[in-house]
């Protein structure tokens, strides 16, 4: 058995949750391998909206085992909230939680250096969640962090103090006041809630699942866009949210990927500051915004809408290895005369089909257009329902990024879903 992978190929936000959901019958295991509490994954069944941000979006189909991978970081907090809101619903979820050892942990001084390093860049703030995710990542590849076996150690609370003694000296240097006594409090309630789950060598029982024929679903969290080496930089999250951190992430070999289900909206959203080539400032932006109530899951911001950016989703394509794409939210253009893609940008007078390097870089979309379809496609329930001018849309994308598109999702409910 292999991994198959489903990851966002924008800026984040693409309908990640919906698509694992959906997929989760097919698998035995869903795994989370980079990100944390920053994402927010919205599932949609039985007239309910629900939103996840640290446990996989697999929780609710009953059979399936749902891991947190050692590329993500944790807040316990957040998680134990998760947990509570899941028990208060009847989900059943003792033994289908699993958590690695290596998973790193965020601390509440973790979120407050976050706060701090935003207010300090004033101006150029990277619009971070935040949520401690950057701090996190920087505690791990400096090798000081705290990891989630770490907490059944004797010393974990001794541990804990040096690492946040340390982080105290770095806010006085930002002349950052706050105050963490009750968060710091819950933290340590919520570490007993983590303590009641398998807290694994993710890993190995990994590897024994996939020699067992049990198969596996990665999922993202952010996109390509957001990507720490290949994203907008410095406007970017703070891990690889590309195929390659599956593989770092849950410690897969790279010849153990299978499938990699490439996600993206059907137009651009972006959330938190840095370029966005084809965001729109008119009526058409304020329309997708409020028809794809594009407001985040997690922080509730306003998502800067844009056209779909060809450009971008092809470099998205090519440094994931997308095999199949899933377009979602293509209802959100039911009402629109006009579509436009970005299928080219002009950066200093020269046109190009590369997304530039500079994030300062002035760049100018080239559009091609396509008529709109006019009419409301959320019944459809077969691929040869849906409108000529959507499929005209759907096989211009194919042609253009040369690969085939599988899923187009037409409502956010479970059931809203087209499979090809
Ligand atoms: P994720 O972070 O990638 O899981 O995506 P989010 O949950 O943050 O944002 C996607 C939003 O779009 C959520 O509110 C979903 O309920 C909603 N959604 C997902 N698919 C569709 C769709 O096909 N049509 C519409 N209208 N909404 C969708
Ligand atoms: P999901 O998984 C959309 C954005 C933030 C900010 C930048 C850095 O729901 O798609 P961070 O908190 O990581 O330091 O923020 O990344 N961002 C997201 N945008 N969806 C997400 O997750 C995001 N996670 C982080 O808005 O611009
Ligand atoms: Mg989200």
């Known amino acids: 058995m292999k991994v198959d992978v489903v990851l966002g190929l924008q800026w984040g936000d693409e309908g990640k949750g919906k698509?694992?959901?959906?997929?989760?019958?097919?698998?035995?295991?869903?795994a989370r391998f980079q990100g944390g509490p920053?994402?927010?994954?919205?599932?949609?069944?039985?007239?309910?909206?629900y939103v996840l941000h640290t446990i996989p979006s697999g929780i609710f189909r009953a059979s399936a085992i749902n891991i947190i991978g050692n590329g993500v970081v944790m807040d316990p907090v957040i998680f134990a909230d998760e947990v509570k809101e899941l028990e208060k619903m009847g989900e059943e979820i003792e033994g289908r939680i699993k958590i690695s050892k290596k998973a790193h942990l965020i601390m509440p001084t973790h979120r407050m250096l976050d706060a701090a390093s935003e207010q300090a860049k004033g101006k150029?703030?990277?619009?971070?969640?935040?949520?401690?995710?950057?701090?996190?990542?920087m505690d791990k590849t400096g090798r000081n962090g705290l990891r989630v076996g770490d907490i059944l150690l004797?010393?974990?609370?001794?541990?804990?103090?040096?690492?946040?003694?340390?982080?105290?000296?770095?806010?006085?240097?930002?002349?950052?006041?706050y105050d963490i006594a009750e968060y710091e409090k819950q933290w340590f309630e919520a570490l007993e809630v983590v303590k009641r789950f398998d807290i694994i060598d993710s890993e190995y029982e990994i590897d024994n699942y996939l020699n067992h024929n049990k198969g596996i679903l990665a999922e993202g969290a952010q996109g390509a866009m957001l990507d720490i080496d290949f994203g907008t930089y410095p406007y970017?999250?703070?891990?690889?949210?590309?195929?390659?951190?599956?593989?770092?992430?849950l410690g897969v070999a790279p010849s153990r990927i299978g499938?990699?289900?490439?996600?993206?909206?059907?137009?651009?959203?972006?959330?938190?500051?840095?370029?966005?080539?084809?965001?729109?400032?008119?009526?058409?932006?304020?329309?997708?915004?409020?028809v794809g109530c594009e407001f985040g899951a997690t922080t509730g911001r306003r998502r800067r809408c844009g056209w779909l950016d060809l450009v971008a989703l092809k470099y998205a394509v090519m440094i994931n290895g997308v095999n199949s794409l899933i377009m979602m939210k293509a209802d959100v253009l039911n009402g629109f005369d006009t579509i436009k893609v970005a299928t080219s940008y002009i950066v200093d007078?020269?046109?190009?089909?590369?997304?530039?390097?500079?994030?300062?870089?002035?760049?100018?979309?080239?559009?091609?257009?396509?008529e709109g379809w006019n009419c409301d496609i959320s019944k459809a329930t077969s691929y040869d329902e849906l409108?000529?001018?959507?499929?005209?849309?759907?096989?211009?994308?194919?042609?253009?990024?040369?690969?085939?598109?599988?899923?187009v999702s037409v409502g956010p409910d479970r059931s809203e879903t087209i499979l090809r």
């Open 154 to 177: 004797p010393d974990f609370k001794e541990r804990y103090g040096a690492l946040k003694a340390k982080h105290e000296e770095m806010l006085k240097n930002y002349n950052y006041s």
């Open 38 to 49: 920053n994402a927010g994954h919205s599932l949609k069944f039985n007239g309910k909206k």
């Open 387 to 407: 409108p000529r001018e959507l499929k005209n849309y759907i096989a211009f994308i194919e042609k253009e990024v040369q690969v085939p598109v599988k899923i």
């Open 259 to 290: 499938r990699i289900y490439g996600i993206f909206k059907a137009y651009c959203t972006r959330v938190g500051s840095g370029p966005f080539p084809t965001e729109l400032f008119d009526k058409d932006g304020d329309t997708l915004c409020e």
């Open 19 to 30: 698509v694992v959901d959906v997929l989760t019958p097919s698998y035995g295991v869903i």
């Open 124 to 137: 150029t703030k990277i619009g971070s969640t935040l949520k401690g995710i950057g701090p996190t990542y």
């Open 349 to 370: 007078g020269v046109e190009t089909d590369r997304y530039p390097f500079d994030s300062q870089a002035k760049v100018e979309p080239v559009y091609t257009e396509f």
């Open 236 to 249: 970017v999250t703070s891990s690889n949210t590309t195929t390659a951190g599956v593989c770092t992430g």
